[in-house]
């Protein structure tokens, strides 16, 4: 979907936002401010300048067709967004909807959305460029984060969002904070989107609200190697009203569907969750106590 345009950056809706976050940033004010800023890019249709466009020239893009067979292990239902015929339902010989075994095609979109997380990208610079000519770091907290990630043809041949796979759930978490010890550091703790609130609350040292969802990440802020939880619980919807639920240790994916089915994937030996070890019995203490965070964390 999409393609390139003929407009300068300023002339695109991501582009004026961060022009106008800018004009934002620049005002002189004695009170705290909250800035929420949004990008389109790199959501859906894949547009942006051409320039954006011509650094990655489709031939150039390296992509490798998911193995033969590779739906072989999955439930149907992680893939089908309805109810299926028969609990545990596997979708070999079934590709999903979107599949596609073109490679050209397959560059031309890989490109397209490289080109759309370059201009995003760009449009930020602007924002972070107006925070150091206004030498903002000192008294700025700054989040950026996505709202999901998107399937580039693993999973059997997948081209969307919504699973309950990694590459869809997991997404980029940065936070900048004056003061800390170790900036520019990665972690390994695990964190999420609900997360960033409480974490705000802590650093502005604002009110912290009677209920509030959550955790603050604020330890790991200060120390990366601090970890604040042990799991995290995802989820999807399913047709009917029913709902699968996932969760992620440090060292797997467990996800349990409403039909039965169930997924296990230890990332740490098998990193794109490519080989489903639901089904092996020495993995049955495992999935007990996996299903039990999720008994644990869900309401």
């Known amino acids: 979907e999409g393609g390139p345009t003929t407009n300068a950056d300023e002339a695109e809706g991501d582009g004026r936002r961060a022009r106008l976050a800018v ?29 954006y466009f011509d650094l990655y020239p489709p031939d150039k893009i390296k ?22 015929a028969l609990p545990g339902l596997m979708l070999e010989g079934r590709e999903p909807p979107g599949f596609s075994k073109d490679q050209a095609e397959a560059r031309r979109g890989i490109a397209a959305y490289l080109a759309c997380v370059t201009f995003m990208d760009a449009q930020l610079g602007l924002v972070l460029d107006a925070l150091d000519r206004e030498d903002r770091w000192k008294d700025t907290i700054v989040v950026f984060f996505g709202d999901n990630g998107h399937h580039f ?12 796979f990694e590459e869809s759930l997991r997404v980029p978490l940065i936070i900048a904070s004056p003061g800390m010890p170790e900036p520019g550091k990665s972690t390994a703790a ?8 409480p974490t705000l609350v802590d650093l502005t040292g604002i009110a912290r609200p009677g209920t509030l969802d959550g955790v603050s990440l604020v330890p790991t802020v200060k120390d ?28 797997y994916r467990y996800t349990l569907w409403p039909d039965g089915s169930e997924e296990l994937y230890d990332l740490s030996a098998d990193p794109a969750g490519r080989r489903d070890i639901a089904r092996q019995p020495a993995q049955s203490a495992t999935i007990r106590a996996l299903r039990a965070q999720i008994e644990r964390l869900v309401p």
């Open 153 to 164: 043809g693993d999973h059997g041949g997948l081209w969307r969002k919504n699973t309950l």
């Open 23 to 51: 004009k934002v940033l620049e005002e002189k004010r004695d009170k705290p401010l909250f800035l929420a800023l949004g990008f389109v890019r790199p959501h859906v249709a894949w547009i942006a300048p051409q320039k």
């Open 63 to 84: 992509f490798t067709p998911a193995p033969e067979g590779d739906t072989k292990d999955i439930p149907a239902i992680a893939i089908k967004n309805r109810p299926q």
């Open 190 to 197: 695990l964190a999420d989107l609900i997360d960033v609130y």
């Open 224 to 251: 990366p190697k601090a970890s604040v939880q042990d799991a995290l619980v995802q989820y999807r919807p399913t047709e009917p009203s029913r709902t699968g639920y996932s969760v992620r240790t440090a060292r």
